[in-house]
Each structure stands twice: as C-alpha cells, then as structure tokens.
C-alpha cells in the first residue's frame, strides 16, 4: 500500500470514528453477566476420565499441528488424514463423550490445557442439542487461543446442523422426536413451553448468542473481531436468530462499524451485508456518514422501524416512517375521513360504543386495525368518535414513559380483539 493510499485509508476511519461518535458511551446489549460470558475464572481441579482425554489430547495434538491436513465430514466434524488420529477418534467414538462433564471442565477447571482439550472434544459429542449447549460455552472460556481454535470448529458444525428442520427428518426419527415430547397441554408440556406438535418447517436447534453479543463489549479489538465473525457466520445460516437476538445490540455494531482498527471494521461491514437485503451495495469505505447511511438501509430490512409481529402487536420505532404514519392518523381522525361514530350490541345483548373503521387507507396499514372495526377503548380510556378517538390516543402518549404502550381495544364481527402499540 503506497503512503498517500494508507494516509487516505487512516484519515477516513478518524474521520468515519468522528461522525460516529467513538467516544461515546459503550452501548450495552447485554449487560446482565453470566457463568457463560467472557471471561470465566476457573479454580477448580477435576479428574478427567483418563483414557477418554489421553485420546483427545492425542487427537487434539495431531489436528492442531503445523501441517496436518483437516478437513470437516458431513456431520461438521473435524477429521485428520492421519492414521493415528483416525484410530484415537475410533476410541473416542467407543468410549462416548460425556457432554456434561465437558460442561464442568470448560466452566470451572483451572488447567487450560484440560479446558482446551474439554472443547476440542464437544464436537464428538453424539447428541447434537448437547453440542450446542457446549458451543455456547466458547465466549466464557479465558484463553484466547482456545476460544480462536474453538469458534471455526463451531461454525463447521452449525453449518452441517443449525439449519435442519424437523421435515429433513425420516419417520423414524420423527417419532423418536414426538416420542420424547410432553403432551401438549400437559403440565410438562406447559413448563417447557410446548403448545403444539412439531411442524416439518419447525427448526430442531438453536444457540444461545448473548455470550458472543457480549463479546463485542470488550475492548480488545480481537475479541470484537472474533464476536462479529462469529455472529456473521452463524446469520448467514439461520437469519431468524437474527431478528431474535441483534436488535439490541445494533447501536453497539454501529459503534464498532466506526472503529479505526480495520479488521473490527470490515467483520462489523460484514455482519451488516449478511442481514441486508440482497440488493445491498458494497460498502462506502471512504465516506464514514455514507457508510452509517448504508448499514441502516440493511439493518433496516430486518428490522423496519414499524412492524406487525402478528395482528396483535405493533412494534414502532423513531425513524421518518413513524412521524409519516403518526401524521396520517391524526389527518384522518381530524377529518373524520376513515369512519364514523358508532352504536353496536353484541350477540348477548350488550351495548358498545366507540369509533368504526370504515376504510384503512394505505399509509395506515401497518396499525393493524382491520375495516369494519369499532374502536372502543384505548389503554382503557373508552372512545366515542373520532375527536375522543385521537385525543386518547394523544393524552396517553403525554403522560406514558418510555418505552410508551398503546393497547387499542376493538370490536368485529361480535369478537373482541386488542392491538398493543410498542412505542420505542
């Protein structure tokens, strides 16, 4: 690189760090810690069972060695072309790996060679939810060089198992599945919050990721790197753990996408690519405000700043699209455009009140209130009309504290039904 490209490349990430306030406060996703989070103090001594390690560490020294050819099978397993490494995994497959045990090893020993070889190990753990657990264990682990060998083994296995549905399975197996399963509506069943039997588009895994989001809030910029590849990768299989675990720690990404170490940058440039749409351009390097500009068009695809979860939530965030939808409500209710008083009596002969939808013009869609629907309370406040419609809906936004709830109670078709407004 010639001296006037890498005083460029400098000057813009300062620059691109200026625009975006790196000295902010550190934005926290996560903040409560646990006995999975970075960085664990193990103190303890346990006896591993002697023969299973012996051949562990003997695999472990074959595969890590400078040289040795690896590669992963159909199962994400790491495999040696070495005729001793194939031997002491025949052993291992024989003997069985306790995933328990490997859990208290990774957690509380005090010997990091113990502790390296537990996780080299959880990948030939026979039961898969097991490894996944295990897999979780990585950020809390306090060697880096563990946690560096560890995370690529990780993401081999995720690529041959996160992605399986309950479909992918044959009948046997399936009734294995189901076998194992509480009732629905059992009270087993109710404690593990199952209310349904399995579907074929059902998931068979996840993963707990706070541990790696907690990673990112650490200030060596290797473990920010390691966190946003990590986390990259595991999207780029089952981007629904996105839209689970990533909302909260967007301001944080947002941070470490102004970060003036390169790699950060360019893991954090990645992890937004990998929840864009599929239109999304390459990234603006030079321009720092251009780039914010474009990790929010991409965060945006996954999280639109106002979203219908199911008919029965609303989620809006601050962002020009909730001043447009607030505007349009108000306009619409000021001129009573969109419906009319309304005296109703349900089947069981009980009067109701309030303000009928007769048509839901297209920039108010997203409020998820059908026409033909008669607004009756809002946050319990009873409605009339349009006039004691809006001014509800404005007094309960004075006096709420953020994050401010709306709950827009509704009658159709002799149904009650109750639309909850999240206002961030």
Known sequence: MSPSIALFRSAALASLAAVCGAQEPKVTAYPEQDILSPFRHPADVYAPPDELFRLLRQMQAIADAPGAKKDFDANGREVVDDDNWRAARAAV?????????????????KNAGERAT????????DNVEHVMNLIAHIPGEPERRTRTLAMPRAIAYLHAHLGKRFGDLGAEAKQAVVAALPEPGSPAAKAAGITRAPRDDDELYSLRLVPFFQLLDLDDKIDQAQGLWFLKEVFLIRRDLARTWLEPSLPRLRQLLAS???TVRDEAIGL???IGPEDL????????VALQAWAGRASRFLFPPIRNLNDAVVQIQPSPEREALLAAGVR???TSAIGDAFTGRRKDGQYYHGFRVATVPDELQALAIPAGAVITTVNGVGVTDAASLLAAVQRQLEVLKHP?????????????????????
């Not at 497959?93 to 020993?109: F, I, K, N, S, W």
């Not at 109670?409 to 109750?418: G, K, S």
């Open 332 to 334: 619409a209710l000021a």
């Open 93 to 109: 497959q024989t003997l069985g790996v306790d995933a328990a045990y490997l859990a208290q090893v990774m957690r509380l020993h």
């Open 281 to 288: 351009p390459p990234a603006p390097l030079e321009d720092a």
């Open 404 to 424: 401010r709830r709306l709950f827009v109670e509704y009658v159709r078709d002799d149904a009650a039904h109750v639309v909850e407004y999240r206002l961030q």
């Open 118 to 125: 537990a996780f080299y190990g959880a990948f030939f753990c």
């Open 260 to 262: 003036t170490d390169p």
């Open 272 to 274: 937004f690519a990998a």
